[in-house]
C-alpha cells in the first residue's frame, strides 16, 4: 500500500473521546519500549509522527492518525510499566480493555512483541486475554535486526508453542525490523487487503 497520506487527528483519554467510528481502524499495542512507536514511523515512512517513549505514570493517551483518507491507524499506551502504582495499573488497564472491547470499527488489534525475548506473562497474560473476548489481533515481532535470522525464528516458534498450550489457532504472526525497514510492507498488505474485504462486502460502520 502506498501512504499518499497520513495525519495526526486527536488524543483521547477514554474511548468515548475517539473519532466517530466510522472508518475501518488498526490499533498497535504492545509493552512500553517494544518499538510501537518507531514501527508506526516505519509503516508511514515518516519520522516523528509517533512519539518515542512516553514517561511511565504519565497520562496516558488514545493517539488517531487518518492514513490515505480510509482508515484510522490507532497508537494505544504501552502497558507494563514495572514502576507504577498498583491504582494506576488498574486504571490504565480499564482504559486499554474498554477501548478494545467497545471500538466497533476496530477490525485488528496488532499485539507488539519484542522478538529477542522468551514468552513473557504480561504479553502472554495479554494475547490470551484477546483470544478470551474474541478480539481479532495479529502478533507482530518487533526488533528483527537485534537477532541473527535463525535465532529470530527459535523465539517465534518458542512463543507458538507456549501460545498452544492453551489454544488450537494461531493468529497471524509477523517479524519486523523499523530499524531495517523490514515486514513493514507485509503489515500494510494486510491492511489493504482487509480494508478491500470490508469495501467489497459493503461492510461499514455508520449508524
Ligand atoms: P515504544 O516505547 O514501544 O514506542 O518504543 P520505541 O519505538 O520508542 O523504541 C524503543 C527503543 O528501541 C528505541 O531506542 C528504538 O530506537 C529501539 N528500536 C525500536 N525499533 C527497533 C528496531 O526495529 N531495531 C532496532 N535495532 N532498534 C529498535
Known sequence: MMIKSVSFVKSSQKWQDCPAPELPEYAFIGRSNVGKSSLINALMNRKDLAKTSQTPGKTQLINHFLVNDSWYLTDLPGYGYARVSKVQRKDFEKLITNYILNRK???????????????????????????????????????????????????????????????????????????????????????????????????????
Open 105 to 207: 470499527n476496530l477490525v485488528n488489534l496488532f499485539v507488539l512483541i519484542d522478538v529477542r525475548h522468551s514468552p513473557q506473562k504480561v504479553d502472554v497474560d495479554f494475547i490470551e486475554w484477546c483470544g478470551e473476548n474474541g478480539i481479532p489481533f495479529s502478533i507482530v515481532f518487533t526488533k528483527a535486526d537485534k537477532l541473527k535470522p535463525n535465532a529470530a525464528l527459535k523465539n517465534i516458534e518458542h512463543y507458538k508453542t507456549e501460545l498452544l498450550k492453551k489454544w488450537e489457532n494461531l493468529p497471524e504472526i509477523y517479524l519486523t525490523s523499523a530499524e531495517k525497514k523490514e515486514g513493514t510492507e507485509n503489515l500494510l498488505q494486510m491492511i489493504a487487503q482487509t480494508n478491500e474485504f470490508l469495501k467489497e462486502n459493503k461492510i461499514d460502520f455508520h449508524g
